[in-house]
């Protein structure tokens, strides 16, 4: 664990929780009981998959979401509805469309009670310093995507917050618009120029992570569990091929592949005292997992995983669940962040179209509960048919309405291209293939 | 070579003196006219107007007639954004909220006479304020309900995050207002607007005069004049107000709806500029208006102050509010309150629901055959009207949407045509079809046609433009034939906006019957078996309880159609048929 002064600790997350109640009195947990501390003077990243629930962390630390269980302490005292002296850079920039940009960046002042003088000589000064001099009467329409992300962040700074947010910054910009953007980043924090105490990034990416971050959070997902906390020890500016860099991915890797220890496959005998958590699909497709295959094949049949995912310039987010569904499948083996194809692996990437939907069926019904249990089930009627909603309701119990949403879209996918069942979209109807 | 640049300048310069003296005249008329107006309205009471039929006494029967239009609007909207708020605040709120306004959107203007004009009279027993009152609650009746509904969707449809922005800088509640909720809903607004004004128009003959029991009222107005010389089959003057009436919506469109809606343009929620096949709003107006001097130095040295220091005075007010209130302290007093209005709200419609039962039991069993006779003939009516219209504005909407050429043209044609309010084209028409022979019948289909074949047709040339070109180029590449073009490409892709249309259109159709079916035409009365002519005739005749019958049995009829079909309908637009990736 790393040191953080007790009194240095801005914001303190103590047994955070979010679940939703089931009406039968079950539980969906979404974020298990976490505690996180932040402190002064570091950059922290939380880094985790789509989907497992970061945002929903960040929205609970800032005092926009309550939490369903736990405290937020901001610097010791109990958050209790409002919101701290924080600021949030938004994924989607959030800059109102009818605002210019000075005005986008003098609301938060206006909102604090700054006379007009003030607030405009403020404005100009932080928009100067992102570089966006000039552009002051210009309105977000007219700008491209990394100056209103700019923007956002001078609009974010100007207040002075004390912890500063960031809730995947860069995703939705191109590739070399976000490394710009990074970079200057860097060089406003390294400089001191942001008058924040501390950076709170959101992010899916690794390498941004191990970039940008002092301090690396990896979050797992269902439910959302810190599974690792750890100091980044590099000097800036951090080579991307340097051992140490290239080290530390590959050990988040290894961390976000981890299988964790109340994932019992059913018919394992259950850990004592874990309670055993309903398996969740993947969402990878069919074509993903063959083409994952193929590829495998192609390099002798095992590789690095950040090796292969900084080859096929996928991020984790796009690269693990397709690997999470292979290896679920039986089609590979996943050791200390290393994959290697299982026998049955190599046939799949070395059979034909219809030998690999076969090999799929076969290893669906092996390895994929829900995918049996349907067959089972449309089985047992006489017309072979039934409404998807049946296996919605089952989901439901399990996972958020979302999420269950999810599942069964892509346990249906799953199902059609194993030729388990046809499905109607119309009617909503899955009808067993005869065989 | 400075010579040219100067005479540029020189002539700009002209032309936004020029501006600024217009404005200046325009505001000086409007001034002059308001006075004259009020003065009217603070005077004595005088139930039946007279009214001079030479059309020199035009302009000043638009002027009383436009401020009843504008006075209802500005009450409308003040009513919309209070309720929007109210039922996109509260959840619980809206479950009482969103279906009492389907509700009243479903009565038609003159159910609302008697209630209104009695209430205002009663409040006002001798003087003309109380009738005008009258007239512009009964207009606010077919104004209101609609744009409080796009207020409230507006409300809902605030992108998430820029939501969360607010809350995360401390925006106060003014400045959340003014800042994110009124902008985002300033588009919805804006079209609804246009949208309740133009209703306005259409209803305006029956506001202005009409019969209460067994007293006569008519206000002085284009209303009334154009009802007045249809009753007398006064050609010339019916064709005289058409042209004051169509002159002033044109005059309106001009000065004051295209400048607001090239406006605001700026309003729209998307964050890249449009593509250049859109065209982007133009106005001249507006143009002329952004170089005069006069509005920029208002905007500068009155209302941008004035709106500071309202906004840093809630800024500071909420700076200092000490951190929420634990929740069970600060929903104390909200709580009683609303449970107190909830109780008076429940108590109020008791009586009223132990009133109409009352009065219901009062009903002949002639009269409830009447009623549901009528009701049957109507819906068949309206029926007819829908398809009809569909018939001619599905196919021309679609050749006009897919081709930005013929666009051009009928764009603008549509539109003023749709700005004509049918109601006051109907005696023409009568004219016309009693010449060939016809009866109400017919005529009470042709004016339904006339008031909302428009809403058909716009939605439709929208769904053709929204076609994608690929699918098109795809149906183009396989040799589609007409009919395989129409059914596979065409009708799924405008569904989504035809559905809305139709909806809109039937809505119309019904709220229009009760003019169409029964008329003052030369001096007699012409109607037609039907659910608005029972209750045209029952308002004339004072017979309240039929009057209450028919009414509930149109709102019924409404209220269940649109959540049996339309709401399906919509439905499956927005699942099968939305033509989104």
Known sequence: ?435 | MTRPLAQGLFRRRTWSRLTDLMIFAGALAVFSAALTIGRTWLGPFTPVAELSTSPRALPGYAAYSLARIVIAYALSLAFALVYGYAAARSERAARVLLPLLDILQSIPVLSFLPGVMLAMVALFPRRQMGLELGAILLIFTGQAWNIAFSFYSSLKAIPRELDEAAKIYRFSRWQRFTELELPSAAIGLVWNSMMSVAGGWFFLMACEMFVLGRRDFRLPGLGSYLQTAADAGDTRGILWGLAAMIGVIVLMDQLIWRPVIAWADKFKIEQVESAAGEREQHSTVLALLRRSGVPAALYRKVIAPAGERITLFFARRAGQAPSPRPAARAAGWKMWLGRALAAALVAALGYAALRACLALQQLTSAEILEVGRGAGITFLRVSVALALGAAWAVPAGVAIGSSPRLARIAQPLAQVAASVPATALFPVVLLVLIHAGRGMGLAAIVLMLLGTQWYILFNVIAGAMAIPTDLKEAAGIFRFGRWDRWRKLILPGIFPYLVTGMLTAAGGAWNASIIAEYFHFRGEIRSTPGLGATISRATDAGEFHVLLAATLVMAVIVVTMNRLVWQRLYRLAETRFKLET
């Not at chain 1, 570091?42 to 929903?56: D, F, H, N, Q």
């Not at chain 1, 607030?119 to 310093?129: F, M, P, Q, V």
């Not at chain 1, 199902?415 to 899955?430: I, P």
Request: proline share 6%; aromatic share 6%.
């Open chain 1, 1 to 435: 664990m790393p040191e953080t002064n007790a009194a240095e600790a801005i914001l303190e997350a103590r047994a955070l929780e979010k679940f939703f109640l089931q009406p039968d009195g079950g539980r969906i947990e979404v974020i298990a009981p976490t505690d996180l501390v932040v402190g002064a003077g570091k950059i922290i990243a939380l880094l985790g998959p789509s989907g497992c629930g970061k945002s929903t962390l960040l929205r609970m630390l800032t005092g926009l979401a309550r939490p369903s269980a736990g405290q937020v302490l901001w610097h010791g005292q109990p958050l209790d509805g409002q919101t701290p002296n924080v600021a949030i850079v938004f994924q989607s920039f959030a800059l109102f469309p009818w605002l210019s940009v000075l005005e986008n960046v003098e609301a938060p002042l206006e909102a604090r009670g700054v006379a007009a003088i003030e607030r405009r000589k403020r404005a100009l000064k932080i928009l100067d310093a992102v570089g966006l001099d000039g552009f002051e009467t210009a309105y977000p329409k007219e700008l491209s995507g990394g100056m209103k992300q700019r923007v956002g962040f001078a609009r974010a700074v100007v207040v002075e917050p004390e912890v500063l947010f960031m809730d995947e910054p860069f995703s939705a910009l191109d590739v070399l618009t976000a490394e710009t953007l990074r970079g200057e980043l860097l060089e406003l924090w390294l400089d001191h120029k942001i008058p924040t105490r501390a950076i709170f990034l959101v992010t899916h990416n690794i390498e941004e992570a191990v970039v940008l971050a002092d301090r690396i959070i990896v979050l797992g997902h269902n439910p959302a569990r810190i599974r690792a906390d750890f100091e980044v020890g590099l000097q800036h500016p951090r080579e991307r091929k340097s051992e140490r860099f290239v080290e530390l991915v590959d050990h988040i890797y290894k961390v976000l592949t981890q299988p964790t220890v109340e994932h019992a496959s059913p018919g394992e005998a259950k850990p004592a005292g874990a309670p055993v958590r309903y398996p969740m699909l993947p969402h990878a497709r069919p074509g993903g997992i063959a083409g994952l295959l193929e590829i495998l094949l192609d390099r002798q049949g095992r590789d690095d995983l950040h090796r292969l995912a900084a080859e096929l310039v996928m991020e984790a987010d796009d690269l693990l669940p397709i690997v999470e569904a292979a290896q679920i499948l039986g089609f590979l083996r996943v050791q200390e962040g290393d994959v290697e194809l299982t026998a049955e692996g190599r046939a799949f990437a070395e059979a034909d179209i219809l030998t690999r939907k076969m090999l799929f069926r076969q290893a669906a019904l092996t390895h994929v509960p829900l995918l049996r249990q349907m067959e089972c089930a449309l089985k047992a009627k006489a017309d072979r048919a039934l409404p998807d909603d049946f296996f919605h309701d089952v989901l439901d119990e399990h996972f958020t309405e979302d999420e269950a949403r999810r599942q069964l879209e892509t346990a249906i996918h799953w199902g059609r291209y194993a030729e388990l069942f046809d499905y109607d979209a119309a009617t909503g109807r899955l009808v067993l293939t005869e065989t």
